[in-house]
């Protein structure tokens, strides 16, 4: 937006862990003291106040700040198994609510 002249519209990334919504049900998370499922009423507040500071970025939670330069450095496949032992396989335990009907006809 800034190349287009635009100075008015300010843009907040947000960047959240796993958030404990139905989208998450039944995920249980390896390292809960280090990266525990979001409260969603916390992450939405923690929303607001970044856009209302108009920050460029919010990563949530704030632990997560410490690792992003050592995850960047690492080749791709030991950022795989470090993902892997910090719980970044936590989809293996979700629990489909409903039915999805993509790609049915």
Same mark, same amino acid.
Request: proline share 6%.
């Given at each position: 937006? !800034?190349?287009?002249?635009?100075?008015?519209?300010?843009?907040?990334?947000?960047? /959240?862990? =796993?958030?404990? %919504? #139905?989208? $998450?049900? #039944?995920?249980?998370?390896?390292?809960?003291?280090?990266? /525990?499922?979001?409260?969603?009423?916390? $992450? &939405?507040?923690?929303?607001?106040? &970044?856009?209302? !500071?108009?920050? +460029?970025?919010?990563?949530? /939670?704030?632990? %997560? +700040?410490?690792?992003?330069? =050592?995850?960047?450095? *690492? /080749?791709? !496949?030991?950022?795989?198994?470090? #993902?892997?032992? *910090?719980? +970044?396989?936590? *989809?293996?335990? =979700?629990?489909?609510?409903?039915?999805?009907?993509?790609?049915?006809?």
């Amino acid at each position: 937006l !800034e190349y287009m002249g635009i100075k008015h519209v300010k843009i907040t990334t947000i960047f /959240p862990h =796993f958030t404990d %919504t #139905g989208l $998450v049900n #039944g995920a249980t998370v390896k390292l809960p003291a280090l990266f /525990p499922l979001l409260d969603p009423v916390w $992450v &939405a507040d923690q929303i607001i106040t &970044a856009t209302r !500071e108009e920050r +460029n970025e919010l990563i949530l /939670p704030r632990a %997560t +700040n410490y690792f992003i330069l =050592f995850i960047y450095l *690492m /080749p791709c !496949e030991v950022f795989r198994r470090f #993902g892997k032992l *910090m719980g +970044n396989d936590l *989809m293996k335990t =979700f629990k489909q609510t409903r039915k999805h009907n993509i790609g049915d006809e």
